[in-house]
């Protein structure tokens, strides 16, 4: 059984390393997160496309919240 974990305003599921290394995971693996309303799944997204539209993504917010991500992590 795992507990979230308080990460700021959020909420973090810390993933042990021997799952990430099945799933061959690491930090910069973008996760796909899936639910039918009472299961969460979280996957790794495999296609390159989509792994593109994730980084794309994620640098779009950087570059828009940039001062409140900034603000939040000290």
Same mark, same amino acid.
Do not use: F, Q
């Given at each position: 059984?795992?507990? !979230?974990?308080?990460? #700021?305003?959020? *909420?973090?599921?810390?993933?042990? %390393? ?8 690491? $930090?910069?693996?973008p996760v796909? !997160?899936v639910t039918? #309303?009472?299961? *969460?799944?979280?996957?790794?997204? %495999? ?8 980084? $794309? ?11 409140? *991500? ?5």
């Open positions: 059984m795992k507990r !979230l974990t308080k990460h #700021g305003n959020s *909420l973090a599921l810390v993933i042990d %390393r021997p799952i990430l290394d099945l799933l061959g995971m690491d $930090a910069e693996t796909e !997160l039918d #309303g009472k299961v *969460l799944i979280v996957a790794p997204v %495999r296609d390159e496309e989509a792994r593109r539209r994730v980084a $794309a993504s994620v640098e779009k917010v950087n570059r828009r919240y940039r001062r409140a *991500l900034e603000r939040l992590a000290r």
